[in-house]
């Protein structure tokens, strides 16, 4: 239900969003996270091409159509935000039809083959490593391996049963 000419705004569900995060997941596209924290933004779950209404602080406000995505055998949503609707009562830069990304050190997904641990990043980066960098992860079989959390806003990845944690930023080489 695209915009028409007289603005629905005040008729669409609303959710809360992080507009710093615009630009991953794909142009024009807010990540909204996993169906947890969907549901606990908008009180429910979300269909499959409905619009919202995405608002941060009251400052900014947009509506697009939410879509899901698989990533590891988990459903995250995303919201493609229509660039003519975004409005702003803030000073708000946007270069060709899109917030500049930033890149951040988020994981959103995890998964690991005999060799390696992958990890996908909220800004739509993936990172590779040897499992041999991570000796408890290297010697755990593939059920433990796949028995993680990723904790601290994304910012930590945790195996309770073989006593692992990662810190993601640390793998891209930045401060904690």
Do not use: K
């Amino acid at each position: 239900m695209p915009l028409a000419s007289s603005d629905p705004r005040g008729d669409l569900p609303r959710i809360d969003v992080d507009f710093n995060r615009l630009g991953q997941g794909g142009p024009n596209t807010v990540p909204l996270g996993d169906d947890a924290a969907v549901l606990a933004r908008l009180g429910r779950l979300p269909v499959v091409g409905e619009w919202l209404l995405a608002v941060q602080e009251g400052d900014l406000d947009a509506v697009g159509p939410v879509r899901a995505e698989e990533i590891a055998g988990r459903r995250f949503w995303l919201l493609d935000i229509d660039p003519a609707t975004l409005r702003s009562d803030i000073e708000f830069e946007i270069e060709h039809d899109r917030v500049p990304v930033q890149l951040q050190a988020i994981a959103v997904a995890v998964w690991s083959d005999p060799e390696r641990l992958h990890l996908r990043l909220a800004d739509g980066r993936e990172l590779s490593v040897p499992l041999a960098w991570f000796p408890r992860l290297e010697r755990a079989t593939v059920a433990q391996r796949a028995a993680y959390r990723i904790w601290d806003g994304g910012a930590a990845i945790r195996w309770e049963e073989i006593d692992e944690d990662i810190s993601v930023p640390i793998l891209l080489g930045l401060p904690c």
